[in-house]
Nanobody
């Protein structure tokens, strides 16, 4: 069993930055593939960025160059640095950890980009 807790969300103006954290407990986090997903009102949940246990990363096109995913295995934490935020980035951001057929989700953290 893996427990995931997201933090770092909040209200930010367009062009601003936030860093989200996904803290894990209950397992050696370094072996898991971790993804940040988001769900905006009325829309489906979508993958924003992912990082494998080998530190390979991938991003959805709309955040490339603005968001950076990274992991600190010693701290059992994965981060999502979000820069140049836009109103369309407003959503609840969720952390997911996957290993084989196992998949765990956090409860999410709300990011609101508005002036």
């Amino acid at each position: 069993q893996v427990q995931l807790v997201e933090s770092g969300g909040g209200l930010v103006q367009p062009g601003g930055s936030l860093r989200l954290s996904c803290a894990a407990s209950g397992s050696i986090f370094s072996v898991w593939t971790v993804g940040w997903y988001r769900q905006a009102p009325g829309k489906q949940r979508e993958l924003v960025a992912g990082i494998t246990n080998g530190d390979r990363t991938n991003y959805v096109d709309v955040v490339k160059g603005r968001f950076t995913i990274s992991r600190d295995n010693a701290a059992n934490t994965v981060y999502l640095q979000m820069n140049s935020l836009k109103p369309e980035d407003t959503a609840i951001y969720y952390c997911n950890a996957a290993l084989g057929t196992l998949s765990y989700w956090g409860k999410g953290t709300l990011v609101t980009v508005s002036s």
